[in-house]
């Protein structure tokens, strides 16, 4: 079929597209929809034994700072489906929340002088591994159906994306309601937990986000 | 169709007519991008012949359609289509380093030689008229590639100006309608 040809069929088959609405207000009603369901988690998760620490301030600045990147990178990943927004900026702001996020567990680690030992035989936190990983499956297929509405222009950058949102916003939910004395342990399980989440929907993401999605019904 | 006077001339009221659906907005629209669209390929893709561009613009043209619900009317439509015309060329270029890794180029051999061995197809493909209704009963494109590139001997850049396929779709036909005939017309001999 030459150039022309295609044209003209693209015209003629036309039908109405109802636009996407800005990037910042469809990461809203995900963030929205996604704090419900962590507070239901979280309650959930108390109501079995466990207490809620959500008011203990020395826990207030990471958890902050985790939920400040959860929205950010929530927000870019969205916008990294529209074309024309630029890359950079969408990924730089959600980095720089997830390493303050990071820096600030770091600091506690450092403070409590934890044995490497102690923080990997800390068996309890498998509980919080489950919550962060089978937990986010449902945010994580709500954000991919959402992502597959746009272009697929960085399949991988867009599910990492998604994956800290969704990974660090469960991992506030665990911090609520389990109890997290010890940072170097949040640091090393949860962060685990977030980055496997990270590596494994990135590389997941080249059989979900893909052109031959967007395109269903289009062909030449 | 929508003349350039007319209030919507500009490319991104033109895309936010066709998001509701107007095709005259439509066409005028992919017909004042294409040129721009194949600018920039043949730019870039300089080595790239005629039908390589011009199977690189369709590709731009249906994933421009397929995502135009992403466009958004109050954000400026070039870097819009520009997006999305980087991204499908450096897919196409992955594309093209992963297809050429896998094929091997070889010397054409001579056609004819002294040896009677290689002429005994030949001499056995007499039959002209079973070679017609083999031809015919090809597909459509199969027909077409035998038929500019066998019968009317043209180089494969210029069957693929002809036909409107690139010279991958080309080599493809042919190689499938050789074996086609040699199935065909091996079943009538035995």
């Not at chain 2, 003349?3 to 500009?10: E, L, Q, V, Y």
């Amino acid at each position: 079929m030459n150039t022309e040809h295609l044209i003209e069929r693209l015209a003629k088959d036309l039908t109405p597209v109802e636009p996407l609405r800005r990037p910042g207000r469809r990461a809203a009603v995900w963030l929205l929809g996604t704090a419900l369901y962590i507070a239901i988690l979280a309650v959930a998760m108390s109501a079995l034994g466990f207490a809620t620490h959500a008011g203990d301030a020395r826990l207030l600045l990471p958890q902050l700072a985790a939920i400040v990147a959860g929205v950010l990178a929530a927000t870019a990943a969205v916008a990294s489906v529209v074309p024309g927004y630029s890359k950079h900026v969408l990924v730089w702001p959600p980095i720089a929340a997830a390493l303050v996020w990071l820096g600030t567990l770091i600091v506690g680690s450092l403070s409590q002088r934890q044995e490497l030992v102690t923080i990997l035989s800390a068996e309890h936190e498998w509980l919080c591994v489950a919550q962060i990983v089978i937990g986010s499956a449902p945010l994580v297929a709500v954000l991919a159906m959402m992502l597959r509405r746009g272009a697929p222009l960085n399949p991988a950058l867009t599910a990492a994306l998604a994956a800290i949102a969704v990974g660090i916003l469960a991992n506030v939910g665990a911090c609520a309601s389990t109890p997290h004395a010890n940072d170097a342990i949040t640091l090393v399980w949860h962060g685990g937990a977030i980055l496997v989440l990270v590596l494994v929907c990135a590389w997941g993401a080249r059989f979900v986000l893909t052109w031959g999605a967007a395109r269903r019904g289009v062909s030449a | 169709m929508t003349t350039p006077n007319s209030p919507i001339d500009d490319l991104g009221q033109l895309m936010r007519a066709a998001q509701q659906g107007d095709p005259a907005a439509y066409l005028e629209l992919l017909h004042k991008v294409t040129p721009r669209i194949r600018q920039i390929v043949m730019r870039q893709r300089g080595f790239a012949g005629s039908a390589d561009v011009e199977d690189l613009v369709q590709d731009v043209l249906l994933s421009l359609h397929a995502v135009r619900a992403t466009y958004d009317s109050a954000r400026p439509f070039v870097p819009w289509l520009l997006a999305i015309v980087r991204n499908r060329l450096v897919d196409g270029a992955r594309r093209y380093a992963r297809t050429s890794g896998r094929e091997v180029q070889i010397d054409e051999d001579d056609v004819t030689f002294s040896e009677p061995a290689t002429n005994l197809d030949i001499e056995e493909l007499g039959d002209a008229e079973a070679l017609r209704h083999a031809v015919r009963a090809l597909p459509e494109g199969q027909r077409e590639a035998i038929q500019l590139l066998k019968l009317e001997e043209r180089s494969l850049k210029e069957a693929a100006e002809v036909s409107g396929t690139s010279v991958g779709a080309l080599k493809v036909a042919t190689h499938r309608a050789m074996a086609t005939l040699r199935r065909t017309l091996g079943t009538k001999r035995t």
